[in-house]
């Protein structure tokens, strides 16, 4: 294959034939297949693409199988274990019509590579194993639809509700814990924001001053200039920032219709991540952030009223920038006298993304000092990480690119 191989992302048919599958993807490995499956799913609820094929089989097998099938929309082809894979992937664009958008997984993290898969082959992107339900939603939703609005979801920064079914359960310390990860330990552009405009506790655990709290920006009547929202953030440590206001219960949330959008809109275009510590409350702004965000991470508790509260939170719909369901933590797994997790599965009709065990001296730790420690090491480092990957966190080269 030549340089000048054209963009299969250029031609793509969005139509589709009565015989043409959406997606149709031969993955190596199982958790990749059931990731794949669970993610497409995921678009199908949300009316995105409803005609996709998963098997399993190497890039050779695609070949072997578009050498009889109809082609599809958009073809998922690992290239995970194959000594030649630009070799392979050459021999497989020539038993493909152009119009397929081609979509490559693997597990070789190299920037050269990269490079040769999109210029030399065309194909849309490469990426990088393991691949998340969130990496589903962002690859495919807008290559599915062909929408401008999906697509211009993506720009910018990412941002991340974390909401707890219930006060009191650890929402915030998993917020604060996954804004430490992202902005410190990882060196990513982040901002943690504290989204309750009255008793937000993020300033005190963080052990800094503010410059404009959010409340001010919230309940001011003049025109909001971008500027000023980002200037508000106050750093934490190394990449890490922080927008909240001071703790006044007596406060009242008169935030105008469009104002927490045009906050967000001024930090997205600054940070690659903010996590917002979301609580469920029946005020404006609380709505629109919960509308504006790209992925809802729900935390409840193993007790009745943290499932029941849960159930109520994934009835609200999905927005049209959110083309996955929310990730599902439970705190304080195997907490005595808690519902078991097979229960708690059971009763939600899904799988809980990631269970957190009853950890409460690392969670008391979190504030050392006068100020937020991290996450610490052991399990619960591993749990936030995981938690990092589904809201979007992408380690190695794709880091590097973002």
């Not at 590579?113 to 849309?124: E, K, P, Q």
Request: net charge neutral.
């Amino acid at each position: 294959m030549s340089d000048s191989q054209p963009s299969r992302a250029a031609g793509a048919n969005r139509t589709g034939r009565p015989d043409q599958l959406t997606v149709l993807g031969f993955v190596t490995d199982g958790a990749s297949e059931t990731v794949l499956r669970d993610g497409l799913n995921d678009l199908a609820q949300s009316g995105i693409g409803n005609t996709c094929d998963i098997r399993r089989g190497s890039a050779k097998s695609t070949i072997a199988a578009m050498m009889r099938m109809p082609a599809p929309q958009i073809l998922v082809v690992d290239i995970a274990g194959d000594d030649r894979p630009l070799q392979t992937l050459g021999e497989l664009c020539d038993v493909i019509e152009p119009s397929v958008s081609v979509l490559v997984l693997g597990d070789i993290d190299d920037v050269e590579l990269y490079r040769s898969i999109n210029r030399r082959i065309g194909a849309v992107d490469y990426i990088f194993k393991p691949i998340t339900r969130e990496m589903v939603a962002r690859y495919f939703a807008s290559l599915i639809t062909n929408n401008g609005h999906v697509a211009d979801s993506t720009r910018g920064g990412r941002v991340i509700a974390v909401t707890g079914a219930r006060g009191g359960i650890g929402a915030s310390s998993i917020a604060f814990a996954l804004a430490w990860f992202l902005g410190v330990d990882s060196n990513r552009h982040t901002l943690l924001l504290d989204a309750d405009p009255s008793i937000g506790v993020a300033l005190e655990q963080f052990a800094v001053e503010p410059r404009t709290s959010l409340r001010d920006l919230l309940d001011d009547d003049a025109p909001l200039d971008p500027e000023r929202v980002v200037e508000a953030a106050v750093p934490v440590q190394n990449r890490l920032y922080l927008l909240g206001s001071p703790p006044n219960p007596g406060a009242e949330a008169a935030a105008r219709v469009g104002r927490a959008r045009q906050i967000i809109d001024a930090l997205r275009f600054r940070f690659n991540f903010v996590i917002v510590d979301l609580p469920v409350l029946p005020v404006q702004s609380q709505r629109e952030l919960l509308e504006l965000t790209h992925h809802r991470v729900i935390v409840l508790d193993p007790s009745i009223g943290g499932l029941r509260d849960t159930l109520r939170l994934l009835a609200i719909p999905n927005n049209p920038g959110q083309p996955q369901r929310p990730t599902i933590v439970l705190n304080r797994e195997g907490r005595p006298g808690g519902l078991k997790r097979k229960h708690i599965e059971d009763a939600l009709k899904r799988k809980v993304d990631i269970a957190i065990s009853e950890l409460p001296k690392p969670f008391a730790a979190l504030v050392a000092g006068g100020r937020f420690a991290g996450a610490g090491k052991g399990p619960l480092l591993r749990s936030i990480h995981d938690l990092s990957r589904e809201v979007g966190f992408e380690v190695g080269r794709k880091a590097e690119r973002a």
